[in-house]
């Protein structure tokens, strides 16, 4: 059901910054050590796919995720949607990046 040509099946795409707020010390009581708590926030913007349920719009994405000394993630990577626009002005609900192989 999807189109043939590949340039009409551009979904979408993904912008943010993270800024690291925490970096735990040997004692923490909460973080592992040396573990850096990271902030997120990022904008996915939609393209309208023909044949699909994809609409166009943008979802907005914000939260904190944990990672190890070397930039891995120490849990489920899950932020909070914010808001969003169009077909989406009433996004609600969480979004999960998929684990890195």
Do not use: C, M, W
Request: proline share 7%; no cysteine.
């Amino acid at each position: 059901g999807l189109p043939q040509n590949p340039n009409q099946r551009l979904a979408g795409t993904q912008s943010g910054f993270t800024t690291i707020v925490r970096i735990a010390g040997a004692s923490d009581r909460f973080f592992p050590a040396n573990s850096r708590l990271v902030e997120y926030l990022g904008t996915y913007k939609f393209n309208a796919v023909p044949n699909t349920p994809l609409q166009k719009g943008q979802v907005t994405a914000r939260g904190v995720h944990l990672l190890d000394s070397t930039f891995n993630p120490l849990e489920l990577v899950t932020f909070a949607v914010t808001g969003g626009t169009e077909a989406y002005a009433n996004a609600r609900g969480q979004v999960t990046e998929p684990k890195r192989r």
